[in-house]
Every structure is written in structure tokens, then in C-alpha cells.
Nanobody
């Protein structure tokens, strides 16, 4: 069973930065595509970012492109989402996910999910 545990959420003012981390256990991390999704109250789940197994391919949702950066450390079984220039509309629960591919994850598919961490951006 694959387990994902997020950390790093919190509250920040608009224009600020936050860094989310996710530790993956239960399988060889280097064999897994990982990514991030978010969901705000009353809204559908939204793809945020994904990174390939080797870390050489990254994909971002249009609303975060240029502001968020995804990375991974295969030695530490960790993926990180660095969020900058945060906006109130970035307020949501952020979920770490693991799945078979960057493209499938961009289309909303993931096999394993974390419990989520809250990010709140105030204006």
C-alpha cells in the first residue's frame, strides 16, 4: 500500500510564498510519477503539477504556471511544491498524489492520494 503524507500548508498574505512537501512510502519512489492537486470549497479538484520519475519532465496547470515549481528527491522519497506569488484564489486543500504518468495525472488520474494540507492566502 502506498502512503503519502503532506506537510507545509498554512496561511500567508497575497504575494507570499509557501513550500509543501510530501513523503511517499510503500513502494520504490523512483518508479512513481508524483504530483499535486488542489480543491477549494464548492469547486472541482484541479491539477496543479506533476513530475516524472527521473524529474526531467514537469507539467503545470495553467493557473499556477510560472509561479509554482515542483521538484523531487528520489533519495529522500520526497516531492516538493514551491509556491510563490500566491493569490487569494490559490486558497484550497492541496493533495499529493502518485500515479502512472505525467499526462494521465494532468488529466486528473492518480492511483494514490494524501490526506491533504490547507493553504489559505489572504488579500
Amino acid at each position: 500500500q502506498v502512503q503519502l503524507e503532506e506537510s507545509g500548508g498554512g496561511s500567508v498574505q497575497a504575494g507570499g510564498s509557501l513550500r509543501l512537501s510530501c513523503v511517499v512510502s510503500g513502494r520504490a519512489f523512483s518508479d512513481t510519477v508524483v504530483g499535486w492537486f488542489r480543491q477549494a470549497p464548492g469547486k472541482e479538484r484541479e491539477f496543479v503539477a506533476a513530475i516524472s520519475r527521473a524529474g526531467d519532465i514537469r507539467s503545470y496547470g495553467d493557473s499556477v504556471k510560472g509561479r509554482f515549481t515542483i521538484s523531487r528527491d528520489n533519495a529522500k522519497y520526497t516531492t516538493t511544491l514551491q509556491m510563490s506569488s500566491l493569490k487569494p484564489e490559490d486558497t484550497a486543500s492541496y493533495y499529493c498524489a502518485a500515479g502512472p504518468g505525467v499526462i494521465s495525472m494532468r488529466n486528473g488520474r492518480a492511483d494514490y492520494w494524501g490526506q491533504g494540507t490547507q493553504v489559505t492566502v489572504s488579500s
